[in-house]
């Protein structure tokens, strides 16, 4: 209702800061042909050669240029508004998302802890908690960490160990890793393709990048999970595609979904929680190595695959990889001093 109102406002205030602006284009026309008008007269009578025969058009096109400059600024300052006042929603939804998502874990520890500590509970059963209670751990370890990154993302301080890895070797690795920390059936998930292309990458942030993908693929998939990754190269670039069978995205979403703070509900799974941080941390670190990632399904429970590009170092922009390559040496500079002193 709130937010309605608060839309409502903006759309009324662009309306009539429009109308104002076209109102004063309106009377400038009036006031400047009617003044031309009375001074040729005046002039006529006076001395008609001094008259200059066309009107001025410098000072014409001058008003037009600060009156047209002026509503461009009118609706770049409203555009702004209007980014900010979504925003605002979005991040309203986040801090009630974050909320449950970090107050359930605990009170499924809390509970958990209680039952041990008053019951005498078989070992069997002590295992069940204890194993449920790791995962607990892990779901709020991982809210933290998203909310802590959001914070260095802003920053853009988001990767700073950047090594030349083989990506032949190296992306297997990523993945086999987020298979193994989300105990993810071995048969559930498929490797295909290899590539001799070499890439400048921060281990641990591309770690985020397939942990969230993975992340994704069990979250919204309402059957049993079944990734696959496809792994190529073109001249300039290494390619991961991530195919999943979940639910898929509705192109209408498929730009959004990279948004901060964005969530798109989905009626076949209602009950899936997050905080619309992941994909916006995965955009993030993709670009940050000079790459980038988009999303394609053909729509509701058609599954969906998202597409990696990461630049080769032998063949891309090295300027820029080079820089990152850089910046990782005198990080490790500073960090060797500081660890001598
Ligand atoms: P979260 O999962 O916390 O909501 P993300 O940024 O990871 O945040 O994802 C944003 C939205 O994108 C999700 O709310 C979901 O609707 C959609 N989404 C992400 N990954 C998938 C996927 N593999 N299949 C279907 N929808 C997805």
Not at 12 to 27: D, N
């Amino acid at each position: 209702m709130k937010k309605s109102r608060s839309q409502g406002l903006l759309v009324s205030a662009f309306v009539l800061a429009q109308l104002a602006w076209m109102g004063l284009l309106g009377l400038w026309i009036y006031w400047y042909v009617s003044n031309y008008l009375i001074f040729k007269q005046v002039g006529d009578r006076l001395s008609p050669r001094i008259v200059i025969n066309s009107p001025n058009v410098f000072i014409f096109v001058n008003g037009i240029v600060l009156i047209v400059a002026i509503a461009v600024a009118i609706f770049f300052f409203f555009r702004h508004l209007s980014i900010q006042l979504k925003l605002t929603n979005l991040y309203d939804n986040f801090i009630a998302n974050v909320t449950h998502e970090l107050k359930s874990p605990l009170s499924s520890i809390q509970m958990y802890l209680e039952t041990l500590d008053l019951k005498d509970v078989p070992a069997e059963k002590r295992k069940e908690f204890l194993g449920l209670m790791m995962k607990d751990a892990q779901r709020l370890k991982k809210n933290v960490n998203s909310i802590l990154e959001v914070t260095r993302l802003e920053q853009k301080n988001i990767a700073h160990n950047f090594q030349v890895y083989n990506t032949g070797t190296v992306i297997p690795q990523l993945m086999n890793d987020s298979v193994e920390q989300f105990r993810i059936n071995n048969s559930s998930v498929k490797f295909e393709g290899t590539t001799s292309g070499k890439c400048v990458i921060d281990k641990d942030a591309m770690q985020i990048v397939f942990d969230n993908l993975t992340d994704n693929a069990i979250k919204y998939s309402t059957q049993q999970v079944e990734i696959l990754v496809k792994l190529y190269q073109t001249r300039k670039r290494i390619v991961i595609e991530f195919y999943d069978k979940g639910i898929g995205i509705e192109s209408k979403n498929q730009k959004k979904i990279f948004n901060k703070f964005q969530r798109i509900n989905n009626n076949n799974i209602p009950n899936v929680k997050g905080t619309g941080l992941g994909l916006f941390w995965v955009k993030e670190i993709i670009k940050f190595h000079g790459g980038k990632i988009s999303v394609v399904s053909e729509g509701n429970d058609k599954g969906s695959c998202f597409r990696v590009e990461l630049p080769i170092y032998q063949t891309s922009r090295k300027f820029y990889i080079n820089s990152l390559l850089r910046k990782a040496a005198r990080k490790e500079k500073i960090m060797e001093t500081t660890d001598g002193d």
